[in-house]
Each structure stands twice: as C-alpha cells, then as structure tokens.
C-alpha cells in the first residue's frame, strides 16, 4: 500500500451521508438478521429440551455436555467454511445457503431416533450456527451507512435474543417427554423465511468491488444511500483501500502481517470474553442448574424465559446504546455491572437456597448479569470485528474470531456442569465473574472507539505508525 495511504488515518473526504436511508438498507438487516433468530433459538432451545430429552434417552452429565456443546463444533466448522465459501461466491449466497443448511439439520433432529443420530444432527445446525454469526454481520457491516452501520449490526444480536426467548418460551410450552422434536422442528419456519428473503437482497458492494464488478457495486449502493448521497466518492474511497491489495478475503497466511496484529488482538480478544465471562453458561443450563439446586422445573423454565426477555431488553439497549453512546464506552459502562451481578450469584450459592430471600438473590442477580452482560458484551461482540477487520483479509479473520467465539464457548458448555460438579456453583460463578473485571481491563488499554467511522477509516488507523486506538480516536 502506497505511504500516502498509509499516512491517511482520517476519514476521506466524502460528506457523510445525509437523509433517511432507503427502505432496502432496514430490509437486508431484517432479513439477514434472521440468521441471528436461527441462532439464538437453535443454540437456546437446548435449554428447555434437556429437562425431559436427559429422561427420554437416559443421559448423564457428560452425555448432556456432549448434546450441548456438539452444535459449537460444527459453529466452528462453519465458521471456517462460510469464510472460505464467501470469498469465492459472495455474502449473500453463503447466508441463502447457510438457511437451506439451517433447514436440514432442524428436520433432522426433529425426527432423531436415537442419541448419535440427534447428535449429527445438531452438527449440522452448528454448521448453520456458525455460518450465520460468521457472515451476517459481515453482510450487514459491507450495506449499510456509516452513521446507522451500529444499529443495524446489533440487530443481529437482538434477533439472537429474540430467538432465544421463543427457545425458552417453546421449552416451557411443550414441556413433557417427546415435546423436544416439536421444539427443533419449528426451526424450518424461519429458516424458510431467510432463504427466500435472502433471493430478493443485493450482493455486498465491497465485495463485488473486490472482484472488479465496479458497476454493480455503484448500482447497489444507490439503492443503499439517501437521495443525493456522493456515491462516487464512496466507491472511491472504498477502491483506494483494496487497489493495493488481493481480492477481498486473501489468504489465511496473511494474517500475520504486522499491521494486522491490533486488529486481530481486538476481535479474537472481544470474543473470546463473550464466552469467558460466562453468558451461555447461563443461557444454556439455567434451568438445569436451578432445578438441581432445589427450584423445581416450573420455577426453572419459568426463569428461564425471564433471562430470554432480559436478552431481548439487553439488544434493544445495545442497539441504541452502540451508536449513541459509542462501542467503548458501552463496554465500559455495563461489564462493571455484569461482574458485580456474576459475584453477587456465586456469593448466593455459598449456603443452600431454601429461603425465599437467596431465591429471589439468584433470581435477581441471573436477570441482572444477563442484562448487564447483554448490553455491555453481546451487543458489541458480532460489531467490532468486522468494523476494525480490514476489507483483504476480512474473510477469513472474522473466519478466525467467529472460531474463537464459538471454541471458548465449546470450553463453557463442555466444562460448565463439570465444573458445578467440582468446585460447586458459587466457585464457577466466581470464575467467571473474574473474567468479566478481565474483560474490562483488556477494553480499556485495547479497544477503540469506532462509532460513526467508515469501514475505511478505519482500515487507514491501522497502517498509521501511531498506536491503533490513538490513530482511530485522532489523539
């Protein structure tokens, strides 16, 4: 890349777009946010199901571990694969086939006779799993304008909210033996609804650019940019960035060039601590942990979909928070609570829960770290890697955080009852309240403010000989 470009750390010169965007900017994040739905049902539906499927099919501990965490190794697999695949045939065609994959491997767990086969199954879905959270908020970051990219990239985690409040609400509904395989099969409705949603949505412009397509890319982006919006200066802007480069997507090798380094410490950072602080921990075991400590089912799936409807209030504060408070300062303002509410659960667990008052204590503080976690982690872990991961390498280094999300989430869900088993519940969640003051000092001396920056912009601070976070926030 030229020195001049390397030098330029500060937005280019193309005014920030002005005016209500069009209506097919709000369409693509709705529709491809589906995919988020898909995720958070598939992954939270487990919850409810493992009540009655551990009695159906007689499962101990470690067999409920492998039932559950089987769909993270597939999320894995996916993740590379949707990387790679995206490269070669485009965004949306990968999130189209990633529905279709959704699909299958719902009827296929809908209809498992036996253990082995519902766990190939819900591979399959993990393979889904993890294509979606790999390639949908790259999607949406490549359409949509700067000033509402925020937003609209949340609402990804927002629908995996929503979807795992309808698991939980699904859990608590056809609870009883036998009501898991109506629990997986509802899946194919959404499933269905993202692959024909997704036949009528254009193709990223930045990749059509980076394959040549030039024309294409200026035609999609005045269907994507307010009346009057400078749509040559963007085109511009976003050419200068990959004129000197491969074609978007470049090699896995490339990930180790130096200049890389601040963003890849960023995203892999980013999610590795939306796992390690503990949320699907909860989000999957919940109702098995409270049922074994005493709560009984009902009061188990019940709260259950209480921390389904604490995700959902958690998005819709994160999508207004992102973009009106920043990234950052979202991060910093909320995880100080999610650790306090994660030590206040395990301090819960130090005695028996048989009083009302350390009932309420777990049930109180279960809610509180969701929320606080939610708005101040969840919110911002599918954002940030595609915003500070440049446009060359943008396949496979959100391939490798998106694996980084769903391998330390496989840690979680492999180890979460073993450990409740070993060190008891009030150890655990003191672990992962630990994290969480971890998670906030890696923000503070790591992560940048990207709130209104144009991908662009940002790709610019990296090759600045300042220090990332100094070039982006210009001080």
């Not at 551990?54 to 769909?71: A, F, G, H």
């Not at 259950?304 to 991060?331: C, H, N, P, S, Y």
Request: some cysteine; overall charge positive.
């Amino acid at each position: 890349m030229p020195e001049a470009t390397r030098q330029a750390v500060r937005p280019a010169a193309h005014p920030p777009d002005t005016g209500r965007p069009p209506l097919l900017v709000y369409a693509v994040a709705a529709v491809s946010a589906l995919g988020g739905l898909l995720f958070g049902y598939d992954t939270g539906i487990i919850s409810g199901a493992l009540l009655h499927l551990r009695d159906d099919l007689d499962l101990s501990s470690r067999e409920q571990e492998i039932v559950v965490s089987v769909i993270l190794l597939g999320a894995m697999a996916g993740a590379l694969v949707s990387g790679r695949a995206a490269v070669r045939h485009g965004r949306r065609k990968v999130v189209t086939a990633v529905a279709v994959v959704f699909a299958a491997g719902a009827v296929a767990a809908s209809l498992a006779p036996d253990v082995t086969t519902l766990v190939a199954a819900r591979f399959v879905l993990g393979l889904a799993v993890g294509g979606a959270s790999n390639m949908v908020p790259v999607y949406i970051a490549e359409l949509a304008p700067a000033a509402i990219r925020g937003r609209l990239m949340v609402l990804f985690q927002l629908m995996v909210a929503i979807g795992q409040l309808i698991a939980y609400l699904c859990g608590w509904a056809l609870s009883g033996s036998g009501g898991w395989r109506v629990m997986f099969a509802l899946a194919v409705v959404p499933a269905g609804a993202l692959a024909a949603g997704m036949l009528f949505l254009p193709e990223s412009p930045r990749w059509l650019l980076a394959q040549h397509r030039s024309q294409e890319a200026e035609r999609t982006l005045r269907r994507l940019r307010p009346a009057g919006a400078d749509i040559a200066a963007e085109v511009a802007e976003i050419a200068a960035v990959t004129a000197d480069g491969p074609r978007a997507g470049g090699g896995w090798g490339r990930l180790r060039q130096r200049w890389l380094r601040p963003a890849l410490l960023i995203a892999v950072g980013i999610a590795a601590f939306s796992q390690l602080t503990g949320v699907n921990a909860i989000v999957y075991y919940a109702p098995t942990i409270l049922d074994d400590a005493g709560f009984g089912d009902s009061v188990a799936l019940l709260t259950g979909i209480g921390i389904g409807a604490m995700l959902v209030v958690a998005g819709v504060v994160g999508a207004v928070a992102v973009d009106k408070a920043g990234r950052r300062r979202t991060m910093l303002w909320f995880l100080p609570g999610s650790a306090l509410a994660m030590a206040v659960l395990a301090l819960a667990f130090t005695t028996s829960t048989d009083s009302a008052a350390q009932r309420w204590t777990v049930i109180v503080s279960l809610f509180a770290y969701i929320l606080f976690n939610g708005v101040g982690m969840q919110a911002v872990v599918w954002l940030i890697g595609p915003e500070v991961l440049p446009l060359s390498v943008r396949g496979p280094a959100t391939s490798l955080a998106t694996l980084s999300v769903w391998g330390f989430d496989l840690v979680i869900a492999m180890t979460a009852l073993t450990a409740i088993n070993t060190i008891g519940r009030s150890g655990t969640f003191l672990c992962y309240a630990l994290m969480n003051v971890a998670c906030i000092v890696f923000v503070v001396l790591k992560v940048p403010e990207t709130k209104g920056r144009s991908l662009e912009s940002i790709e610019r601070a990296l090759h600045s000989p300042l220090p990332f976070r100094r070039a982006l926030d210009g001080k």
